[in-house]
């Protein structure tokens, strides 16, 4: 439910990278295109697209200390980091929309389940591409154990993201050759660009407890349950209509980075192995993690069976740059903890804890407890026919065949700056104009933040 596009040097160096045409002036018209924001449309924001974006309602005195803890420390306030300015401290969006989740199905695909040439099917797993030769003619998969078989009459899309999205082009001989011909999988096309440059963003918490019983701690007891639960079902207000990431931000690590590249998420809890264990205490933390790692990683097939996971590589902090990034995100964190907006708040610290003090002692703790934010892409990289990395092309088609495009986030040339749900959204928006043949929306010289002290201060 976080709404965060990235910044505009990310599209700008997409476009560097080969895929011409994404640039912040051709991708910012169709972020605009797909959002409500209930903030009302503006030069970043959109007015009438169908994914609702909304800002926190709970004011959380911990959100409130966050950002003024943040500009003590010395960043920026940013009342917008979609916009104008993404570095900085803030509140963030989020695609909610009167107390309910707003995803995609709710946007796009439950208003048109209606239309007659629109057909579902669920619990369906798709096992493979079918080609005539080089041509993509549809795709066979299976249903309540039973294979079945639909063509197409003009273009196959494949949108199973960044981990199945290669898989599937693998399972059906678009990969690299040497790889598949160990399978007995006939090659279609030999594109050594599938499931390579598997990107991803980690994270990991900075935890502190809290003195006062303010966090969302007691909202699991089964009281407040009840009471939440209620206040949800018959007025989808409180704490049950709010992804609770309702404050963050963006800062650069350091001196000369052109843009931001540590990201936080602050939440008014704690938070256990991504919720599946119980908080224990009253306490606050911050999710943080570098925004553009230099390791990248790749999958591949096990074997032809599409039920089988593929074997996924991501080499996670593989580079000193990582792992020095990882570091500062770390004391950085505890730099915006310290500060005196949350005298009134901070007890000890929980994680990493006073023990972990040395550079030594942060790496390894960053090596236990770093962790996925869930942000895979870049496994079927956008770029020119040139590129031996490259398998989709501008247009988003499979290069190498006809009639195949992949519209997901592992077209992506390198990862954004961000989380990956609205970058997603805009890319499938802008590549339906490019299906329909509708010439690409352009805003040309749209303001952007660039710091007055990039060279000398972070």
């Known amino acids: 439910m976080v709404y965060i596009r990235g910044h505009a040097d990310d599209y ?4 560097r990278e080969g895929a011409v045409g994404w640039d912040y002036d051709r991708c910012l018209p169709y972020f605009r295109k797909a959002q409500t924001h209930e903030l009302g449309a503006n030069q970043y924001r959109g007015g009438a697209g169908p994914l609702h974006v909304s800002r926190g309602k709970t004011d959380h005195p911990l959100h409130r200390a966050f950002i003024e803890a943040g500009q003590q420390a010395g960043y ?20 909610v929309y009167k107390g309910k989740r707003w995803s995609t199905a709710s946007a796009y695909l439950r208003p048109a389940m209606s239309r007659p040439n629109l057909k579902t ?11 005539e030769g080089t041509k993509a003619v549809g795709v066979e998969y299976v249903q309540n154990g039973e294979r079945k078989k639909v063509y197409a009459d003009r273009e196959v899309i494949l949108s199973g993201g960044a981990i199945n999205s290669p898989q599937l082009l693998m399972l059906s001989g678009v990969g690299n050759g040497d790889d598949l011909k160990k399978l ?11 499931g390579s440059n598997l990107q991803d963003h980690l994270e990991l918490y900075v935890q502190q407890e809290c003195t006062q019983p303010i966090t969302l701690y007691k909202a699991q007891k089964p009281f407040h349950m009840i009471k939440i639960g209620l206040e949800w079902l018959l007025k989808y207000t409180g704490y049950g209509a709010t992804a609770h990431l309702e404050s963050g931000g963006f800062i650069r690590s350091h001196a000369g980075v052109t843009h931001p590249d540590i990201q936080f998420h602050f939440l008014p809890s704690q938070v256990i192995d ?11 933390q ?16 096990q074997s032809t069976n599409p039920l089988e996971h593929p074997l996924i590589e991501p080499n996670y902090l593989s580079t000193d740059q990582d792992v020095w990034e990882f570091r500062q995100s770390v004391k950085l964190s505890r730099e915006i903890f310290a500060q005196s907006a949350f005298d009134q708040f901070r007890g000890r610290e929980v994680q990493p804890g006073r023990q972990v003090q040395s550079d030594t002692e942060i790496d390894a703790f960053v090596r236990q407890k770093a962790d996925s934010a869930y942000h895979p892409s870049c496994t079927c990289k956008m770029g020119q026919p040139s590129d031996p990395m490259a398998v989709v092309d501008p247009e988003t088609r499979v290069l190498g065949v006809e009639g195949l495009r992949v519209v997901d986030a592992s077209i992506m040339p390198s990862v954004v700056s961000g989380n990956l749900n609205a970058p997603t959204i805009m890319i499938a928006e802008k590549t339906a104009d490019i299906i329909k043949g509708l010439p690409p929306l352009h805003e040309p010289n749209v303001p952007v933040y660039r710091p007055r002290t990039l060279e000398t201060q972070r």
């Open 12 to 15: 700008n160096r997409w476009q």
């Open 76 to 95: 920026p306030f940013t009342d917008d980091m979609n916009g104008y300015q993404q570095e900085g401290l803030g509140w963030m969006d989020m695609t």
């Open 121 to 131: 099917e669920v619990r369906a797993l798709t096992t493979r591409v079918l080609f």
């Open 184 to 194: 007995d999988i006939p090659v279609v096309s030999h594109l050594p660009g599938v």
């Open 274 to 284: 991504h919720g599946r264990v119980s908080s224990k205490i009253e306490a606050y």
């Open 286 to 301: 911050v999710h943080v993690g570098p925004m553009r790692s230099t390791s990248t990683g790749w999958l591949r097939l």
